[in-house]
C-alpha cells in the first residue's frame, strides 16, 4: 500500500479534533482529517464521527499520562494503556459495539502514522476487539428507520449518488427487497409514477409482486431524474460513479456510515430495513401469510424468524382481530 502523502496543516487552525495536543501530533492530526477527507473521500459525517471518537482517545492519553501526549507518546505506548482505555469506557457504559468502533478508528490512525512513516507500535496488534454476539438482523425502531433514509441523502459528497442511495433503501424497507433484487433491476423495471406494483425476480429465480408505496415510485424518480448516466432499458437500473451496474459493497458501506452517524447498532444492516419492513408490518396486523408472499420465502417458518414483535404488539392485534377475543 502506497504512504499517504504529506499534506500541510490548515493555516490558522489551533486545534484540531478540538484538542490542544502538542505540535508535531497536531500536524499529524491535521495531515490524517485531510487524508479522510481527499484520498479517503470520507463523507463529512463520517469524518466528525472518527474525529469524535479520536478525540476521546486523546482526552484520556491526557489524564492517563498526565499531560497532552506527543507522538513519541504515542509510540511508548503499551497494550496495557490501550486496554486501560476500553476499560474507561466500560466503566462509563459505552457499549460492546461503540468501544469496538472506536478501537476501530484508533488502529486505523496509527495504520496512518506507521504509512506516513511518524509512528510504529506493534502493541494493538496483540490487543483484541471486543467480542460481539452474532444475531440475526434485528428490526429497527420506525423513527429510526425514518431517520436513516432521511440521512442517507445527505452523505454522498455527488448529490445524484445521494439520491441513487436513497431509492435503494426505499425499496428494502418500502417493498421489503433483498439488496441483491434491488441492485439486479433493469431501467425498464424501474417503478414509474402512479404504478401500483412491481414484478420481483427473487432467489430459485422465482416471481413475486409487491406493492408500491409513493414514497418508493418517488425516490426512485428523483435518482433517475438526477442520474448523469443515459440507463438503457434492458442495463442497470442502480449504477455506479463509472456507470456500471452498483455494487452491494457500496450500499452496505453507505449504510456503516449511517449508523455510525446515528449510533445505530452493528445490526443496522441493509438487511435489517428488509427486515424491519416485514416486522412493522406485523406489528400493524399485517397477515403473515402475506408477508411471506411479499417478502419471497418458501416456507412460512422462514418469515416467522424474520418478524419478530413483541409480544405486547402481537396481543394487540389479536385482540382487535380475533373473532373470539375478549371484548
Sequence with gaps: MARPARVAPRVGTP???G????SGLQAALAD????????RRASPHTCAAYRRDLTQFLEFLSGHLGGLPELNDLAGLRTADFRA???RRAEQGIGRASRARGLSVVRGFFRWLARAGLVENPALAVLRTPKLPRSVPKALAVDETEEALSLVRD???DPWVGKRDTAVLALLYGCGLRIGEALSLNRSEAPAPEQEAMSVTGKGNKQRYVPLLPAVIEA????LAACPFTLAPEGPLFVGKRGKRLGARRIQARVVEVRTCLG???TATPHALRHSFATHLLAGGGDLRAIQELLGHASLSTT????????AGLLSVYDRTHPRARR
Excluded at 490524517?32 to 484520498?39: I, P
Excluded at 426512485?220 to 435518482?223: A, G, T
Aim: aromatic share 16%.
Design 19 to 22: 484538542f490542544p495536543a502538542k
Design 85 to 87: 482505555w476500553l476499560a
Design 155 to 157: 452523505l454522498a459528497r
Design 220 to 223: 426512485v424518480q428523483d435518482y
Design 264 to 266: 445505530l447498532p452493528e
Design 32 to 39: 490524517w482529517q485531510t487524508w479522510l477527507e481527499h484520498e
Design 15 to 17: 486545534k484540531v479534533l
Design 304 to 311: 416467522q424468524r424474520y418478524t419478530e414483535v413483541d409480544v
